[in-house]
């Protein structure tokens, strides 16, 4: 069997990390790299990551002396893993015993390049989970890079969120040739996960969520404001790219605009004047010429 390198970025992770680990070692596919960065922790991450190698000759540790933030661990795990295909999985959330396989199944099936799950939220606070795929639900589907940049809006259960985030994916690690990720700030995944894809010739999806995604209230995307994660730097940046190489930008152009109007309103709040001109200089624009 071939191998697979799963990747665990942690920051201050004592909480969750065991469990999240322990859901990997416990995969019906059991050839797997573990790979687990920790980022300058200041708490027992690191004395859980010494354990856990003990514990299974698969892990692999890398400790970092500082923090330097997820982008950058990822980046850190890309020039350690040495299976033939990457799954990212982060520290706080778990997944079940058969995602590896069956990504690694409809890759294969599906003579794919990109293999992609869908997930099911756990909400900390409550102990509540967010289930809103059934078994009746399942389908597959092969994509080409094209097609996928428009799946991925107007559709429900996550399908948008499925696109951005890195995780919930299988990966052929060649894909990575000529991409890191984003290391300066908020956005890692937004600034990088559609760069792969266009990388990529078939991206398969399955509507099954195999991945436990983690919600509490000290999650990044829960105490970040609106504007930062709905930055519209990574979508500008996605329309020049996808504008030379020819690509429908009806829906990328969209979602310009509904970035644009957050970002937009929220530097007027801020007293940033000239931001708010660009943008709105950009909004009149769009609308001008009727895009």
């Not at 300058?40 to 933030?69: F, M, W, Y």
């Not at 799954?87 to 396989?101: A, E, L, Q, R």
């Not at 990088?192 to 266009?198: A, E, G, H, Q, S």
């Amino acid at each position: 069997m071939e191998k697979i390198s799963v990747v665990i970025p942690v920051y201050n992770g004592e909480a969750y990390l065991r469990q999240c680990v322990e859901s990997v070692l416990n995969q019906t596919y059991q050839n797997l790299e573990v790979i687990i960065i920790n980022d300058g922790s200041k708490d027992s991450t690191a004395l859980i990551c010494e354990q856990l190698r003990q514990e299974d000759s698969r892990i692999r540790v890398l400790h970092k002396p500082v923090n330097q933030g997820i982008g950058a661990g990822r980046n850190s795990s890309l020039e350690l893993a040495t299976g033939d295909y990457l799954v990212f999985v982060d520290s706080d959330d778990w997944i079940d015993p058969n995602h590896v396989m069956d990504l690694y199944d409809l890759m294969k099936r599906m003579d794919s390049d990109v293999a992609i799950a869908n997930f099911t939220q756990y909400f900390e606070d409550t102990g509540k989970y967010n289930i809103h795929i059934t078994a009746d639900d399942y389908y597959e589907e092969v994509y080409t890079p094209q097609e996928w940049f428009k799946f991925q809006y107007g559709h429900g259960n996550n399908l948008s969120l499925c696109f951005t985030v890195p995780w919930g994916k299988m990966y052929k690690r060649s894909l990575f040739e000529t991409i890191l990720y984003y290391t300066d700030g908020f956005g890692e995944d937004d600034r990088t996960t559609w760069k792969i894809y266009l990388m990529a010739d078939k991206i398969a999806y399955m509507h099954r969520s195999s991945y436990l995604y983690r919600v509490n209230s000290e999650s990044m995307t829960q105490t970040t404001k609106v504007s930062t994660v709905f930055h519209v730097g990574p979508i500008a940046e996605r329309l020049e790219v996808l504008s030379l190489l020819g690509f429908d930008l009806t829906e990328e152009i969209k979602a310009y605009k509904w970035r644009a109007q957050i970002n937009r309103d929220d530097k007027l709040r801020n007293g940033d004047v000239k931001a708010y001109k660009d943008l709105e200089f950009r909004m009149k624009l769009l609308e001008k010429y009727k895009r």
